[in-house]
Nanobody
Framework: QVQLVESGGGSVQAGGSLRLSCGVS????????MGWFRQAPGKEHEGVAA???????TYTDSVKGRFTISKDNAKNTLYLQMNSLKPEDTGMYYC?????????????????WGKGTLVTISS
């Protein structure tokens, strides 16, 4: 059974940094596409960044140059380094994975989801 567990959320001031982690267990597929999503109050669910098993990455425009997605395969952990945070980055952040999705279509659907970690950015 695949389990994804996020951690690292918190409250910081604008301009600060946070690093989110997502521990992965039970994932036995040979390939993956893993991503971070967020949902702000009153807004739609949004794909933030994704990485695939070839190491290719993609980012939504609003976080390019500020966020970095990475994966440590030895630790089975996905990360999202978030710098220069803005109040509009506030939301619940979710980790997700799929053996079928690609970084070009990950926002359409993933197969496994974590329960989320809350990020709050104050101005």
């Amino acid at each position: 059974q695949v389990q994804l567990v996020e951690s690292g959320g918190g409250s910081v001031q604008a301009g600060g940094s946070l690093r989110l982690s997502c521990g992965v267990s039970g994932y036995t597929y040979s390939r993956y596409c893993m991503g971070w999503f967020r949902q702000a109050p009153g807004k739609e669910h949004e794909g933030v960044a994704a990485i695939d098993s070839d190491g290719s990455t993609t980012y939504t425009d609003s976080v390019k140059g500020r966020f970095t997605i990475s994966k440590d395969n030895a630790k089975n952990t996905l990360y999202l380094q978030m710098n220069s945070l803005k109040p509009e980055d506030t939301g619940m952040y979710y980790c997700a994975a799929s053996p079928f999705a690609t970084i070009s279509d990950y926002y359409y659907g993933m197969d496994y989801w974590g329960k989320g970690t809350l990020v709050t950015i104050s101005s």
